[in-house]
């Protein structure tokens, strides 16, 4: 890999960062909700139900009890909000919560009002993700995995995603928004043509590279401290389709590894068929980490007979490394898959034999992780806290992560994590 790539590293982590979003304005005060104009005050619940889940989020580490929770039913709700609390001696903190899937609180806030974005979408769900031939515009509140299906109705799709589909498109372009195919694309917040933004004074305003740049940037993976995202206008790009949408779309690969710089200069590898403008390129590469005091793995991609080897391995090296990589394909490219992924595992330093191959339809592929959700939901580990970590690791330091976190760390010291995934990117992205 040259000096311009480096290494993403989500350690400690099972899914990518996603949809945390707070805007702060104001100090925890006086303030009560009795006090507010009826207008605003029709929107407030102060159900302790309602209150009581405004209180955490996925991370389920930090609690924080609001005052109220704002439930908007249009964008100049939530203007009329703002202004409201600019127009008190001592402004309230206003948090913005999609599905709180931030790991630190910070959809939270103590003594303050948690704007409840998603009940934007209750009435008029259809008419905030509008599909043109170019791109989607799309209301902030909207869920990425309501935009894969609108969008694919018409053959269209946005060019970077999330691992993780149940978050909503104003939460993760206030974060990044990664996963396998920040290598060619960037992340979300790099594949964004414009915005809606209501500022910290309550002005809706349309931003994008060339309009009001200075704040189209700097909601950009902003954390919501500088507006909060009410439209967001995707690139598309074609989808693979085959005759039938149900068809199977996706060539999903998984290699196992017992050796981290092989790995590594795998991934390396693959990522610059882009560079080089290879057909074969991939669509998607990432790594995952199997650590033996870990067990039970999920070994469900595997064929049956395959998983108590894999599991053996685990055992015997104490670490096992997979890279896991797709290739999309449609009518026209689906003749050429063998002889593609032939050219993508030429000269990969995996362990002989452990290379396995699934297909999917587009949309189960993308949607995959939440087949993981139910399941976890069902065995009560989505009901834990999750203390998640995302890393970003240049190339000349990722052999010392190995060695110093999963080896030292993790494995020595028999420290239970979720799943450290690793997601190898170009700098330029």
């Given at each position: 890999m040259s000096r311009n790539n480096s290494i993403v590293?989500?350690?400690?982590?099972?899914?990518?960062?996603?949809?945390?979003?707070?805007?702060?304005?104001?100090?925890?005060?006086?303030?009560?909700?009795?006090?507010?104009?009826k207008k605003l005050a029709l929107k407030l619940s102060l159900n302790n139900q309602t209150l009581s889940l405004a209180s955490s989020d996925f991370g389920l580490i930090i609690h924080k009890t609001p005052l109220a929770v704002f439930e908007p039913s249009s964008v100049n709700d939530i203007r009329d909000l703002i202004k409201y609390s600019n127009s008190l001696p001592m402004p309230f903190t206003i948090a913005e919560r999609g599905p709180a899937h931030s790991t630190h609180g910070q959809t939270l806030t103590h003594d303050g009002v948690v704007l409840n974005m998603t009940r934007l979408g209750d009435s008029r769900n259809g008419s905030r993700i509008v599909v043109y031939d170019e791109y989607v515009?799309?209301?902030?509140?909207?869920?990425?995995?309501?935009?894969?299906?609108?969008?694919?109705?018409?053959?269209?799709?946005?060019?970077?995603?999330?691992?993780?589909?149940?978050?909503?498109?104003?939460?993760?372009?206030?974060?990044?928004?990664?996963?396998?195919?920040?290598?060619?694309?960037?992340?979300?917040?790099?594949n964004v043509l414009e915005l809606d933004v209501v500022t910290g004074k309550g002005d809706l305003i349309k931003c994008s590279p060339v309009k009001n740049s200075e704040l189209f940037y700097a909601v950009l993976g902003g954390l919501g401290q500088f507006g909060v995202i009410t439209r967001a206008r995707i690139p598309l790009g074609p989808a693979p389709t085959t005759a039938m949408l149900d068809c199977m779309q996706v060539k999903r690969l998984s290699l196992v590894y017992n050796d981290f710089s092989a790995l590594t200069k795998d991934q390396e590898h693959l990522i610059s068929f882009h560079q080089r403008n290879d057909t074969s390129a991939p669509d998607f590469v990432s790594g995952y980490v199997l650590v033996v005091n870990q067990a039970p793995f999920d070994l469900s991609f595997y064929p049956t007979h395959f998983q108590p080897i894999i599991s053996s391995l685990v055992t015997k090296y104490g670490i096992i490394y997979t890279i896991e990589l797709t290739k999309y394909y449609d009518n026209n490219s689906q003749t050429h898959m063998k002889e593609e992924v032939a050219s993508?595992?030429?000269?990969?330093?995996?362990?002989?034999?452990?290379?396995?191959?699934?297909?999917?339809?587009?949309?189960?592929?993308?949607?995959?992780?939440?087949?993981?959700?139910?399941?976890?939901?069902?065995?009560?580990?989505?009901?834990?806290?999750?203390?998640?970590?995302?890393?970003?690791?240049?190339?000349?330091?990722?052999s010392d992560f190995n060695e110093g976190v999963l080896k030292n760390i993790i494995l020595k010291q028999n420290i239970s994590v979720g799943t450290p995934l690793f997601y190898p990117t170009n700098r330029n992205k």
């Open positions: 590293s989500k350690a400690l982590t099972l899914l990518c960062l996603t949809s945390i979003v707070v805007l702060t304005m104001g100090h925890a005060h006086p303030w009560l909700p009795s006090q507010t104009p515009d799309v209301g902030g509140e909207q869920l990425w995995i309501d935009v894969l299906r609108t969008t694919y109705k018409h053959g269209l799709t946005p060019f970077a995603w999330t691992d993780y589909m149940y978050v909503s498109v104003g939460g993760t372009l206030s974060n990044a928004g990664i996963n396998g195919r920040m290598f060619r694309f960037g992340p979300q917040i790099s993508l595992l030429k000269g990969l330093n995996y362990i002989p034999i452990f290379a396995f191959e699934k297909d999917q339809s587009y949309e189960e592929y993308q949607n995959r992780l939440h087949t993981t959700e139910l399941v976890a939901i069902s065995k009560g580990f989505w009901n834990v806290p999750h203390p998640w970590l995302n890393l970003l690791i240049p190339r000349s330091r990722i």
